[in-house]
């Protein structure tokens, strides 16, 4: 299994309040209404950061993570170039997300404790 993590960074302009309405509210129902999305991801969840932390905490500059877990590498891939990822997510994406932030890392996981 792989685990896909993007790193998500607010549109300009957009509360961080906005940020999570959206991507909770109307971007998530949106993915798991498309079978291109819901025949390749496993699993998926929604990492919000903890705002309002110590000065001193050092903290990554993202507004939050997505996680998908797929099969394999190309079922990401495949979804990132289909058609309704550049008709439907895309558009969407552009509402909440500055997309030229966004960064993906692609891992599999070693359990160290369970």
């Known amino acids: 299994m792989i685990k896909v993590s993007?790193?998500?960074v607010r549109r300009p302009g957009m509360s961080p309040g906005e940020f999570v309405d959206h991507w909770k509210n109307?971007?998530?129902?949106?993915?798991?209404?498309?079978?291109?999305?819901?025949?390749r991801v496993r699993?998926?969840?929604?990492q919000l950061v903890l705002r309002d932390l110590?000065?001193?905490?050092p903290v990554l500059p993202y507004d939050g993570v997505a996680e998908l877990w797929v099969d394999k590498p190309e079922d990401i891939f495949e979804l990132l170039q289909s058609p309704v990822y550049e008709q439907k997510m895309i558009p969407d994406?552009?509402?909440?997300?500055?997309?030229s932030k966004t960064v993906m890392l692609l891992t599999t996981e070693h359990n160290v404790i369970d």
């Open 6 to 8: 993007i790193y998500l």
């Open 54 to 57: 110590p000065a001193e905490v």
């Open 43 to 46: 699993r998926y969840t929604q």
């Open 93 to 99: 994406e552009e509402k909440f997300l500055d997309r």
């Open 26 to 39: 109307q971007h998530g129902p949106l993915v798991l209404s498309l079978p291109e999305f819901t025949s």
